[in-house]
């Protein structure tokens, strides 16, 4: 669930985000509005461009290179698992009745594991995924495989029995994959996310900003 945020004055002329450029810089403020109450979310460069980036042609990858690089964030895994952490987060925002959190906090530095972003942007309307030991020869990261990450994010938030809706929601309404994934995340804001996608299907909740900017 997205949340209310706050910026301080200082944070424009902080040294770290001054060397930000413009678009990593929104991108690092609108990673707050999706963390928990102590700064912590799940790590995937594709919802992040989803949820902040949608209509920009962005490089995810890069911009979370930039932020990552002045350690404004932090990328960890735990069981197989990614988040990460925005650095400082508890001092700089206030928070009234703090939720803690869900999610596992960051091992301490010795057992820090930190797992270099996805790659995103131009690549990310391309089908398929490279494979691992070639993309970690070349030093890059494997494109994201948009089909796959609609069905088991779908699966996830529909039900384990709906693929034909996600085949139906790519094919009849979202034409490509990225597309079906935001709408995807945004019905699993929703209290009943099926009744929202089958509503999407029937073209009968045109008001969801969701649904008029990705179709």
């Given at each position: 669930?997205?949340?209310i945020?706050?910026?301080?004055?200082?944070?424009w002329?902080d040294?770290?985000v001054?060397?930000?450029?413009?678009?990593?810089?929104?991108?690092?403020?609108?990673?707050?509005?999706?963390?928990?109450?102590?700064?912590?979310a799940?790590?995937s460069p594709?919802?992040?461009?989803?949820?902040?980036?949608?209509a920009?042609?962005?490089d995810?990858?890069e911009l979370l290179?930039e932020?990552?690089?002045?350690k404004?964030?932090?990328?960890?895994?735990i069981d197989g698992?990614?988040?990460f952490q925005?650095?400082?987060f508890?001092?700089?925002q206030?928070?009234?009745?703090?939720?803690?959190?869900k999610?596992?906090p960051m091992?301490n530095?010795?057992?820090?594991?930190?797992?270099?972003?996805t790659?995103?942007?131009?690549?990310?309307?391309?089908?398929?995924i490279?494979?691992n030991s070639?993309?970690?020869?070349?030093?890059?990261s494997?494109p994201?495989d948009?089909?796959?990450?609609?069905?088991e994010r779908?699966?996830d938030v529909?039900?384990?029995?709906?693929g034909?809706?996600?085949?139906?929601?790519?094919?009849?309404?979202?034409?490509?994959?990225p597309?079906?994934?935001?709408?995807i995340?945004?019905?699993?804001?929703?209290q009943s996310?099926m009744?929202?996608?089958?509503?999407?299907?029937?073209k009968?909740?045109?008001?969801?900003a969701i649904?008029r900017?990705?179709?």
């Amino acid at each position: 669930m997205a949340r209310i945020r706050s910026i301080k004055p200082e944070f424009w002329t902080d040294e770290k985000v001054v060397a930000l450029s413009p678009l990593a810089r929104l991108l690092f403020i609108g990673m707050w509005n999706f963390v928990d109450d102590e700064g912590r979310a799940d790590f995937s460069p594709a919802r992040l461009k989803m949820q902040i980036l949608p209509a920009d042609s962005a490089d995810v990858s890069e911009l979370l290179g930039e932020i990552r690089r002045e350690k404004l964030i932090e990328v960890y895994a735990i069981d197989g698992k990614e988040y990460f952490q925005v650095r400082g987060f508890a001092k700089h925002q206030k928070v009234d009745a703090r939720r803690a959190s869900k999610l596992p906090p960051m091992p301490n530095c010795a057992e820090l594991r930190r797992i270099a972003p996805t790659d995103q942007g131009r690549d990310q309307g391309k089908e398929g995924i490279k494979d691992n030991s070639e993309a970690n020869a070349s030093g890059a990261s494997a494109p994201i495989d948009f089909e796959k990450l609609a069905f088991e994010r779908g699966k996830d938030v529909l039900g384990k029995t709906a693929g034909g809706v996600i085949a139906r929601l790519k094919n009849e309404k979202c034409k490509t994959w990225p597309a079906t994934v935001a709408v995807i995340e945004e019905a699993a804001t929703k209290q009943s996310p099926m009744e929202w996608v089958q509503g999407v299907l029937r073209k009968a909740d045109p008001d969801e900003a969701i649904y008029r900017n990705v179709l």
